[in-house]
């Protein structure tokens, strides 16, 4: 016999205590993987492993949950959620490798797209209709939405490893990605110049981003347990292209493949290596220090080469980023910019808040 594992729905309320007890313990029939809560609606919005997407209204005490709805959004786990109020839209994807779309007011399913790979990342721009979905192959796809139907718009490579998550500005018009390969990368997209600029800040994956509007601040979390709020009110540079050279372009020494080289010269060949400030292939003598580079994203220090190293600025090593220790393996993030407070849940099973106004402000 099969055994069915339920998953849980609780309510956390603060108590006249100061502590926060659940209100609700609701069970699912199957075990919960992602939510999206509408506060204006109180509607809450769980997927669970089975592919079913449940919706429920919370009473105004937030002591009782009433069930409204199900859809059978995907065939496996559904991996992300996102009502959208404005259009009354459900958007969903699933370990089924597919993106949809479900009207919340007839619960019909809208549309369909198939992605590369199971999506771990999705916003939406209400005021333009473009979702952005995040895959695990580290390719994020943008479509446009319309009624019924939806558009291949562009897709975006530029991690090494998986999306893990992404977060959409709709004011400066900006997504950001969080990346298994340690990154965030922003992409300017209002700007149409088609910029990106990297975010070096972490040691593991990074699996949550959240935006603070109102300071231009990005909150990204890791696997490391760091939370590295970001300023993004300065402005960035772009990471160059990295140059291509049979010999150190600063000291002339042939790379170790270039082997006819080499033999003419009878000089045993050395290791390329990058300058990440100009991208010039340098050997590893020409480029033995190290330094960080705030404005291009390496908040750590990097490799870069000598007469590099001597034009940086201590004004431009000034860090732009802070950095927290939230002593857990951070999975899920959620900012209440009202407040200033970080809610970030972990693999510990633990639930932090955490008064961000110090640093978010
Ligand atoms: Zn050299
Ligand atoms: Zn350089």
Redesign the pocket.
């Known amino acids: 016999m099969k055994r069915k594992y339920a998953g849980t729905v609780r309510v956390w309320l603060k108590r006249d205590s100061g502590q926060y007890w659940p209100s609700i313990y609701h069970v699912m029939p199957s075990p919960c993987s992602c939510m999206s809560f509408n506060p204006e609606t109180r509607r809450l919005s769980i997927g669970l492993d089975n592919g079913t997407i449940s919706e429920f209204i919370l009473s105004e005490d937030y002591n009782k949950m009433t069930p409204v709805k199900n859809y059978q959004a995907h065939q496996s786990r559904v991996t992300m959620i996102l009502f959208v109020l404005e259009l009354e839209w459900v958007l969903s994807t699933g370990q089924d490798k597919q993106f949809a779309w479900h009207c919340s007011e007839s619960g019909q399913r809208l549309g369909g797209y198939r992605t590369s790979a199971v999506a771990s990342g999705l916003q939406f721009d209400v005021e333009t209709r473009h979702v952005f979905i995040g895959d695990h192959s580290g390719q994020v796809t943008i479509l446009k939405l319309e009624q019924e139907n939806c558009t291949l718009v562009t897709t975006f490579r530029g991690h090494t490893g998986g999306v893990t998550a992404l977060c959409w500005d709709p004011v400066q018009r900006v997504l950001f990605s969080g990346s298994s390969d340690h990154s965030v990368i922003m992409w300017d997209i209002g700007g149409r110049k088609g910029t990106a600029i990297e975010l070096q800040g972490h040691n593991d994956k990074v699996q949550a981003l959240s935006y603070a509007q109102h300071t231009r601040q990005l909150i990204s979390c890791g696997g490391d347990g760091g939370i590295v709020v970001w300023n993004m009110d300065v402005e960035r540079q772009e990471t160059p292209e990295w140059l291509d050279s049979d010999s ?6 042939p790379f170790f493949w270039n082997f006819k080289q080499m033999w003419d010269s009878k000089k045993i060949g ?1 290791r390329q290596h990058h300058c990440r400030k100009c991208g010039k292939a ?6 033995s220090k190290r330094s960080s580079i705030p404005l291009m994203g390496f908040e750590f220090e990097v490799r870069v080469c000598d007469s590099c190293h001597e034009s940086i600025t201590d004004e431009e090593r000034a860090p732009t980023a802070t950095f927290h220790d939230s002593k857990h393996n951070i999975v899920h993030v959620h900012f209440d910019a009202t407040r200033g407070w970080l809610l970030t849940s972990g693999t510990d099973k633990v639930i932090k808040l955490w008064d961000m106004t110090p640093v978010v402000s």
């Open positions: 150190c372009q600063k000291c002339d020494q050395l340098v050997c590893g003598k020409c480029s």
